[in-house]
């Protein structure tokens, strides 16, 4: 069973950056794609960024390209979602989940998830 910690999370102004970092305990992290996700208030579940288990292929919704990178550290069980120019509109509480999803972009695949982290964007 793997679990998943969320950090990195906060207050920053519009244009401003944040890392968030998700920590995971349990061997299998080194063996599953990795992602983020985030919810708004009042909307759904949404897409933000992929990693596969050996950092060849990464993934991005439309709404972050160019601006988020996610990466991961095997050594050290952990994978990251740097965030730049940020935007009101990517306040957000963002989630990590892994697992082995047949489908990367679909949260309904991945096995496990942490407990989030808030990220607000003032304007």
């Known amino acids: 069973q793997v679990q998943l910690v969320e950090s990195g999370g906060g207050l920053v102004q519009a244009g401003g950056s944040l890392r968030l970092s998700c920590a995971a305990s349990?061997?299998?992290?080194?063996?599953?794609?990795m992602a983020w996700f985030r919810r708004a208030p009042g909307k759904e579940r949404e897409f933000v960024a992929a990693?596969?288990?050996?950092?060849?292929?990464?993934y991005y919704g439309d709404s972050v390209k160019g601006r988020f990178t996610i990466s991961r550290d095997n050594a050290k069980n952990t994978v990251y979602l740097q965030m730049n120019s940020l935007k009101p509109e990517d306040t957000a509480v963002y989630y990590c989940?892994?697992?082995?999803?047949?489908?990367?972009?679909?949260?309904?695949?991945?096995?496990?998830w942490g407990q989030g982290t808030q990220v607000t964007v003032s304007s």
């Open positions: 990693i596969r288990r050996s950092s060849d292929s990464t």
């Open positions: 349990g061997s299998a992290f080194r063996t599953d794609s």
């Open positions: 989940a892994g697992g082995r999803p047949a489908v990367i972009t679909a949260a309904g695949a991945f096995a496990y």
